[in-house]
């Protein structure tokens, strides 16, 4: 059992330092922010999850760093109604369960306008979405 969690830290450790030196330069060209990973170690592939202009998107990625897929988007999971915003996204991948969770900040817009008109922009959080 050791033999199999040392090697599961070893070969998440290496890829984690591939997958986001590969990456990174990617991700930062869509003006992504707070990037998260977690390593898949049966099927040896990656994903990750980041946020651009309010919204979490993932990629799955290989071992080596390259994408596998396009990016999809994770939250809001109804995008064409929702005036929710989410940052801070988070992943982790569950063994026993082989499924990534992803988690966000949740928050939603809000402006209030002083004496002078001047409105200033704010969010509200409201939890996390999971």
């Given at each position: 059992?050791?033999?199999?969690?040392?090697?599961?830290?070893?070969?998440?450790?290496?890829?984690?330092?591939?997958?986001?030196?590969?990456?990174?330069?990617?991700?930062?060209a869509?003006?992504?922010?707070?990037?998260?990973?977690?390593?898949?170690?049966?099927?040896?592939?990656?994903?990750i999850?980041?946020?651009?202009?309010?919204?979490?998107?993932?990629?799955?990625?290989d071992?080596?760093?390259?994408?596998?897929?396009?990016?999809?988007?994770?939250?809001?999971?109804?995008?064409?109604?929702?005036?929710?915003?989410?940052?801070?996204?988070?992943?982790?991948?569950?063994?026993?369960?082989?499924?990534?969770?992803i988690?966000?900040?949740?928050?939603?817009?809000?402006?209030i306008?002083?004496?002078?008109?001047?409105?200033?922009?704010?969010?509200?959080?409201?939890?996390?979405?999971?």
């Open positions: 059992m050791y033999k199999y969690l040392w090697t599961s830290l070893i070969a998440m450790g290496l890829s984690l330092i591939v997958v986001a030196n590969a990456y990174a330069d990617p991700i930062a869509l003006g992504a922010r707070t990037p998260a990973i977690a390593i898949d170690p049966v099927l040896d592939r990656g994903m999850v980041y946020e651009v202009g309010g919204r979490i998107y993932g990629r799955f990625v071992n080596a760093g390259r994408g596998i897929a396009g990016n999809f988007l994770v939250f809001p999971v109804d995008a064409a109604i929702s005036t929710w915003t989410y940052k801070d996204p988070t992943i982790v991948f569950k063994m026993p369960q082989n499924r990534f969770y988690a966000a900040r949740r928050g939603y817009p809000s402006s306008e002083d004496r002078e008109g001047t409105i200033t922009v704010f969010d509200n959080s409201d939890g996390i979405a999971v």
